[in-house]
């Protein structure tokens, strides 16, 4: 998983701020390296499958005031927290020097640090941690469970993981790209993605007395949401 990082850590972070919030949610999406699709409605999609992610969030355990996200990248996320949704404590970590450069330029935040994922503190607490699309590219599901049981014991209402690649669908999602991409296994070569069961979750929630939940991604026109799955961990 080395040539991921080195992947991320190139990414620039050199954007033009703007006061239009939706414009600077796909400024922040592409900085997140979701740029290789050119469809109609495409950041639209994801703007609102954040939403449905919010609303899941507050059905269940109501109003947040806090939010940590492990693998912030650019701080998306955390931006439409503090943006629209008022939350006043927002935290992240991510281990590119270049994302966490650009995430300190648009949040008002002090939590942001360049560190791996499993190396984040259980203090301060946040009431909502998460993870959005981020675990595919941890080296092993051993290391990602670690990761989950410290997202854990940092939250204080739930743990959100989003984007978790499906070990049920690792065939079809590797054979699908085979066919979009001309030699596939040759370009990609070290930079594999991890697959995880929801059984790894189920397991981990009996332990720490989690209720589960495991929800289908809103976003019909993001082609890897056919291959994965969100994760709701709820105290």
Known sequence: MNEWNRIWGNRSSDIVISDNIFDMFCKLKKADGFDTQDVDGYYEAFFSQWKHMVEHITQNVG??????????????????FQQLKKVTQVGGCDYSQTQIAL????????????MEADQIAEKPVYDVVLSDSVFQYFQSPEYGMRVVEKM???????????????????????????????NYD????????????????????????AKC??????NDLYWNNKYVFDCYLTK
């Open 63 to 80: 109003d947040i005031s806090s939010v940590y996200e492990v693998g912030c990248g650019s701080g998306v996320n955390l931006y439409l």
């Open 186 to 209: 040759e370009k990609y070569k070290g930079l594999d993605k991890t697959f995880y069961t929801k059984e790894m979750f189920l397991q981990f929630a009996d332990r720490a007395r």
């Open 103 to 114: 995430a300190k330029k648009i949040l008002n935040a002090n939590d942001l640090q360049c």
């Open 152 to 182: 854990w014991n940092k939250a204080k209402k739930m743990v959100v993981i989003t984007e978790i690649h499906d070990e049920e669908m690792k065939e079809e999602h590797l054979n699908h790209r085979r066919q979009c991409v001309e």
């Open 213 to 218: 939940e495991f929800v289908k991604p809103q």
